[in-house]
């Protein structure tokens, strides 16, 4: 039956000014040879390509590849994703994940491996209230997401170079759905590998939901346990609103609540830092931009006093005329 308000005009759905993607990331930190590397494959369709990212950065290793390649609005799931350098395989959903990397002179073979299981956020924290997209809005990511840790193996290959052998923890996501970068307002999100658990907390702003959302989970033998809040007051990046991230180079420290009645204290050290890499969004207009930024670096989990390594990854959302061309590389 229709309203009174129902003559009245709508609040678009924000849907209507997003392109629909399609994500898989895939990052890892070997501690010893402080070498950490991000796989990113975006499938996006309604632009008609895909774009395949593959960064490694190490004392004796650096790679920056990021190419476009064309796809069609339907793509074959038996088929690896590939721009011809990046290739991206499933080996078995939710366990086993293969991915290499070639070009003139390296060849890069991953194998990456589930530590726990993987945690769907639509099973995780609703937020209060109500957001354009139903439901959805209400999760800390307005989109289709899921996450697992992850152990690794890599091994680098060069033209006239002793190979490279890498091991160590990571975590990887997927995501699908309608989505806006440039709607983004800013998200941290915390992802820690323990010997024996693996310590996941998000919290976004974003246009989909007038408050700042959270969620996340941590992981173990014994499953998922969703986290509810997340105390960030010690983050110094923020403000001002419109200024570029910090050097990043000082510590944070978060408390993490759980569905279970948990509350988790841990510290990511980023005055100890392994690496960063940047994974940037910027608008065609270069009025936008959206910064992101993974900070690989060693995490203490003072709720049992063990030390672990992760990822702390960061984003910041700018504005201004020519802001793309004066943050990051053109």
Not at 18 to 42: L, R, Y
Not at 46 to 69: A, M, N, S, W, Y
Not at 262 to 278: C, G, V
């Amino acid at each position: 039956m229709l309203d009174n308000d129902a003559d009245h005009p709508h609040i678009v759905p924000p849907q209507v000014f997003m392109p629909w993607k399609e994500n898989w990331c895939f990052t890892g930190i070997d501690q010893e040879q402080q070498t950490a590397m991000v796989w990113h494959i975006s499938l996006r369709p309604t632009d008609g390509e895909g774009i395949f990212t593959c960064k490694f950065d190490g004392p004796q290793l650096r790679v920056r590849h990021v190419g476009r390649h064309p796809i069609g609005r339907r793509v074959d799931p038996r088929v690896p994703l590939t721009d011809g350098r990046v290739r991206f395989e499933i080996i078995e959903p939710h366990r086993e994940f293969s991915l290499t990397f070639e070009d003139s002179d390296v060849r890069i073979e991953c194998a990456a491996t589930a530590r726990f299981d993987s945690f769907d956020f639509a099973d995780g924290n609703l937020a209060p209230g109500s957001s354009p997209l139903g439901e959805l809005g209400l999760h800390v990511f307005p989109f289709n997401h899921y996450e697992q840790s992850l152990s690794f193996t890599a091994t680098v290959s060069r033209t006239g170079r002793d190979d490279i052998r890498l091991t160590g923890w990571g975590n990887r996501d997927h995501s699908w759905g309608w989505r806006d970068d440039f709607g983004f307002r800013s998200h941290q999100w915390i992802c820690a590998n323990f010997d024996d658990s693996y310590v996941q907390g998000s919290t976004m702003l974003d246009t989909t939901y007038p408050e700042r959302k959270f969620g996340g989970f941590v992981s173990d033998q014994t499953g998922n346990d969703p986290v509810l809040a997340i105390d960030i007051s010690s983050a110094y990046w923020d403000r001002p609103a419109n200024d570029p991230l910090p050097d990043l180079d000082r510590d944070v420290s978060y408390t993490l609540q759980t569905a279970t009645g948990r509350e988790l204290h841990l510290t990511a050290h980023l005055s100890e830092r392994y690496r960063i890499l940047y994974l940037n969004a910027r608008h065609p207009d270069r009025s936008q931009v959206y910064q992101d930024a993974q900070v690989f670096c060693p995490f203490t989990l003072h709720t049992t006093g063990q030390r672990g390594a992760g990822l702390l990854e960061l984003g910041k959302h700018l504005s201004g005329d020519g802001i793309a061309d004066q943050v990051g590389r053109r």
